[in-house]
């Protein structure tokens, strides 16, 4: 795998207008693979009485709605790209079904997240889109933190495989990290 970027760029998902200017700065790039990889965790909400709503309608901007408006604003650079494929870095707190409690904010982004590109990969599985969500794992970043179970760099090549499969992937799932790793 080789992955080439002739340049850096940043800018805030949760802000309508960085993302414009974004995508302004890309215009006519072609865009073979987006990974969306925005998220915060408040981890204050651990009960119901401890929900801070600001920090919910902020977690919401960051972790489900940015993804949502950096895909919308790059879909021309996508639609000219060869993989038309777009992965949502998601969790295995948003899963419902495992759901143990706590951390509302976080895991109703990432349980949004999923079913964001759940839908995405529907409306646009016509025109050759894959999406898929990853789900890495625990993984030892600034949101993780130290005691976390893996290293990035044990995550990353299983991070890859959904957009590297010889088909472009099964569009619509969930793929995690860990059932790829060496």
């Given at each position: 795998?080789?992955a080439?970027?002739?340049r850096?760029?940043s800018?805030?998902?949760?802000?309508?207008?960085?993302?414009?200017?974004?995508?302004q700065?890309?215009?006519?790039?072609?865009?073979?693979?987006?990974?969306?990889?925005?998220?915060?965790?408040?981890?204050?909400?651990?009960?119901?009485?401890k929900?801070?709503?600001?920090a919910?309608?902020?977690t919401?901007?960051?972790n489900?709605?940015?993804?949502?408006?950096?895909?919308?604003?790059?879909?021309?650079n996508?639609?000219?790209g060869?993989?038309k494929?777009?992965?949502g870095?998601?969790?295995g707190l948003?899963?419902?079904?495992?759901?143990?409690?706590?951390?509302?904010?976080?895991?109703?982004?990432?349980t949004?997240?999923?079913?964001?590109?759940?839908?995405?990969?529907q409306?646009?599985?016509?025109?050759?889109?894959?999406?898929t969500?990853?789900?890495?794992?625990?993984?030892?970043?600034?949101?993780?933190?130290?005691?976390?179970?893996?290293?990035v760099?044990?995550?990353?090549?299983?991070?890859?495989v959904?957009?590297?499969?010889?088909?472009f992937?099964?569009?619509?799932?969930?793929?995690?990290?860990?059932?790829?790793?060496?």
């Amino acid at each position: 795998l080789t992955a080439v970027a002739d340049r850096v760029e940043s800018l805030d998902v949760a802000d309508p207008a960085s993302v414009a200017a974004f995508a302004q700065r890309l215009e006519g790039v072609r865009v073979d693979i987006l990974v969306n990889n925005a998220g915060i965790f408040p981890r204050e909400d651990v009960t119901l009485d401890k929900v801070d709503f600001d920090a919910f309608e902020r977690t919401l901007a960051v972790n489900t709605l940015g993804p949502l408006r950096v895909t919308q604003a790059l879909l021309p650079n996508l639609q000219a790209g060869d993989r038309k494929t777009v992965i949502g870095m998601s969790s295995g707190l948003g899963s419902i079904e495992k759901s143990t409690g706590r951390w509302y904010a976080y895991r109703s982004s990432k349980t949004a997240l999923n079913s964001v590109n759940k839908v995405l990969s529907q409306e646009l599985a016509d025109e050759g889109f894959i999406f898929t969500v990853l789900h890495p794992g625990w993984v030892q970043t600034d949101m993780g933190g130290p005691d976390a179970d893996h290293e990035v760099t044990t995550v990353l090549p299983g991070a890859l495989v959904p957009a590297l499969l010889d088909d472009f992937g099964p569009s619509g799932q969930v793929f995690r990290a860990q059932d790829y790793r060496e």
